[in-house]
Nanobody
Framework: QVQLVESGGGLVQPGGSLRLSCAAS????????MSWYRQAPGKERELVAT????????NYADSVKDRFTISRDNAKNTMYLQMNSLKPEDTAVYYC????????WGQGTQVTVSS
């Protein structure tokens, strides 16, 4: 069965950096587009970034463009999100996701940006 496991969240000061990881299993990782989403308290879940199966094309929400970088290692069945210049408004639970006939989600990892 499809499993997505996020890690790497935590508490960081404004301006700091974090690197999230998503370990995937139960499907052919290299065949599918992968995405990061986030959900802040009281807000709807929003798409943060997407990377196609080869890693050759990426897309970002305007709010994170030029600060976040999505990448993947198909040999390790793992996707990453490098987050730099973090802001308090980046505070959210971050989810790894893919769509294989339906959308699958990981359990999420909390990112808190606060001084």
């Amino acid at each position: 069965q499809v499993q997505l496991v996020e890690s790497g969240g935590g508490l960081v000061q404004p301006g700091g950096s974090l690197r999230l990881s998503c370990a995937a299993s139960g499907f052919t990782f290299s065949s599918y587009t992968m995405s990061w989403y986030r959900q802040a308290p009281g807000k709807e879940r929003e798409l943060v970034a997407t990377i196609i199966r080869t890693g050759g094309s990426t897309n970002y929400a305007d709010s994170v463009k030029d600060r976040f970088t999505i990448s993947r290692d198909n040999a390790k069945n793992t996707m990453y999100l490098q987050m730099n210049s973090l802001k308090p408004e980046d505070t959210a639970v971050y989810y790894c996701s893919t769509n294989i006939f339906r959308r699958y989600w990981g359990q999420g990892t909390q990112v808190t940006v606060s001084s």
